[in-house]
């Protein structure tokens, strides 16, 4: 199954336009919050409703978001959300809440915690990809203002029963 994992679009809906063009056969979108209004843009041009209740790991294609720090508090909107995939469980949050911006053992504990063997997470605008054991550690960087690289990013990953995951990191010309 690919999953394909963006963030920190921040209203800019060609770079959302951007990773499905580069991306459109995947199984499952996650968007990493800033701006989740960005996820429903994702989700209309994916063709689903954007999944902000109880996942429905059946379904054929899904795109979840959370919000992130430049979304207006919402009750409604978990800060995170756990997705099932494959046999693998996924932790999908901004990360603000973890203190990222200053480490990510919270989220991997937190991921820890809710049995989760992938933790995905976006607010610093840098990339990461480190593989562990139990957590693997994902952050797609920004799809529109990175801050690590002159290029804008995101990731794919296949996720397959049993098998490890392949991660591929992905930047993307700037206009």
């Known amino acids: 199954m690919k999953l394909v994992i963006l963030s920190d679009t921040h209203g800019n809906t060609s770079a959302v336009e951007r990773v499905y ?8 979108y996650l968007h990493a919050g800033d701006v989740l209004s960005d996820a429903r843009y994702l989700a209309m041009l994916v063709g ?10 059946q379904a054929a294609r899904r795109v979840i978001g959370v919000p992130g720090n430049s979304d207006w508090p919402d009750a409604n ?7 099932a995939a494959e046999g693998h469980r996924i932790l999908l949050t ?54 690590d ?7 794919t990953v296949e996720l397959a029963r049993g098998k490890a995951l392949e991660v591929k990191l992905h930047r993307m010309k700037q206009f």
């Open 94 to 147: 901004h990360g603000h809440s973890c203190g990222v911006r200053y480490g990510t053992e919270l989220l991997a504990q937190a991921a820890a915690d809710a049995d989760c063997d992938i933790a995905v997470y976006g607010h610093t605008h840098v990339v990461e990809i480190t593989p562990g054991t139990p957590i693997t550690v994902l952050c797609p960087g920004s799809a529109a203002r990175p801050r």
């Open 48 to 57: 689903v409703q954007l999944n902000d209740g109880e996942d429905d790991e």
């Open 21 to 28: 063009a580069e991306q459109p056969d995947a199984a499952l």
């Open 149 to 155: 690289a002159y290029e804008p990013s995101y990731l």
């Open 77 to 83: 909107q978990p800060l995170a959300r756990v997705i």
